[in-house]
């Protein structure tokens, strides 16, 4: 769930906010173990507190709490018995930071915690990723976002409603020149439910948090896709939710 890029007003304030709000969340934390700064190495000594499953490739999304909307984005994979750390850069989630487990609603502002697969990509055209690629047109490419409607957070062609997501405009905006799906409140992972969120990709960042989506810079988003296949997850959300000390 992308944030549209002509609407910034303010948002060089909203960042130097959340930063400061941030770095005084990381002064009164607890200091973080080995394990915990480091979610490939939590991977490896089994402490994370979700299953990496049959992937090959876990992406995290980690948070120091639920009020942030800053993130470290890490790539893990496997390697053997162990998982070695692929990539790490600075992300962005949901303005309203992440949302407690089954808690996540439509239009919120927060991004959901949990595990989650990565079924498959889309934008303006196919970067390399093993994932299925859609690429996007210049206009009429959406995603359900109306609560009630059969669609939602479903893909579908045509004029896109008010309240859904217009992939094509939010690819010539830019966020969604690459994306990727990530499967929250909808198959494989589980039946859609109304109301509960949808649109949750991950996707190119603008800077600022976004609505929902993990967001991260173009080259590391493209990196990352270049390296994925069916069956890969993400795992995303606080740190204490995430990771055992």
Known sequence: MAVRVHAQRGG???VAGVTAALAATLVHAPRASASEADPCLALSLGK??????????????????????????????????????????PGYVGRNGFAEPGTKREGDGKSPTGSYSMTEAFGEGDPGTRLPYRTLRKS???????????????????????????????????????????????????????GNGSAIFMHIGTGRPTAGCVSLARPELEA??????????IIMGPREALLRP
């Open 48 to 89: 994370s507190r979700y299953e990496p499953g049959k992937a090959r490739h876990i992406v995290f999304a980690v948070a120091a709490g639920y009020g942030t909307p800053l993130v470290t984005v890490t790539e893990c994979a496997k390697a053997g018995p162990f998982w070695r750390t692929v990539l790490s850069t």
């Open 224 to 233: 990352v896709m270049r390296t994925l296949r069916p069956g890969d997850r």
């Open 12 to 14: 060089a304030l909203l």
């Open 140 to 194: 009429g490419d959406c995603w359900g976002s109306t609560v009630g409607d059969p669609r939602y957070n479903r893909y579908y062609r045509g004029t896109c409603l008010p309240a859904d997501e217009n992939l094509s405009q939010y690819m010539l905006e830019g966020p969604y020149r690459q994306a990727v799906v990530i499967g929250y409140n909808r198959p494989p992972d589980s039946p859609v439910v109304q």
